[in-house]
């Protein structure tokens, strides 16, 4: 959007954000970055970063709400370039950020804004036969910078691929497996692991006399949960 008054070409404004989509890992930091342009003749005395605006039309500046306090930065490094650095990154930080600035005839907005996902890491499990499993390091959105995936096992680092896919051995007993990205590998996704505490429980208790019936019941701990259970006698 062009606020001017007189008569000045659109052609000059522009602003360009690069990428216009960023997807980053919840609790990292990410750099949203744009460049603009604007006539020769004016001067650019301020801008802001925003995702509302007012009934007056005037941008929320992000660097003053509440939530982001202490977690925003403007980090622009020369003329003409624009970056918004969030650090500790929020799920409720998915938003798309708009780029306003105000010279001193008139105010430009970038549009249509960069729009920014964040996600977190959920391990999955597909393909589990008598040898061996497939497990995914998955995301809600596809991760801006192609990073590296750290699988672990048991809380011990066993492997490293571009790859979000993993084959892993069929174990028969407890295990456990997480993964992160490098360089955040404090950031882990929750564990999924083998059955443990596998019980089974007769009821009625205590002493049973021939003839009478119980029924016998079998639980466990696992994560994804048991789907079949197998009674041996």
Known sequence: ???????????????????????????????????YTHPA???????VWFITQKADDEPVDVREGEEYQGR????QNSQNNCCLRITNLRETDAQTYRFRFYTDR??????????????DLKVTV?????????????????LSNNPTYIWYKNGQRVNESK???CSVAAVSGEVSYSCAVEGHESLRSSPVY???????????????????????SC???????????????
């Open 106 to 119: 008139c105010d430009y907005t970038g549009e249509p804004g960069v729009a920014l996902s964040v996600t």
């Open 1 to 35: 959007s062009l606020y001017v008054s007189g008569v000045i070409s659109k052609a000059y404004w522009r602003v360009t954000y690069t990428p216009d989509h960023v997807c980053a890992l919840k609790g990292t930091s990410v750099d949203l970055s744009c460049s």
């Open 219 to 233: 639980s466990s701990d696992a994560d994804p949960p048991v789907h079949t259970y197998y009674w041996f006698k």
């Open 194 to 216: 083998s059955p443990k505490n596998t019980r089974a429980v007769v009821h009625p208790s205590g002493n049973i006399e021939e003839g009478e019936s119980v029924t016998l």
């Open 163 to 165: 790859s979000a896919s």
């Open 72 to 75: 925003v930065q403007d980090t």
């Open 126 to 142: 597909s393909d589990w036969t008598d040898q061996d499993m497939e497990l995914s390091c998955n995301t809600t959105c596809t």
């Open 41 to 47: 003749e004016l001067t650019v005395r301020t801008s």
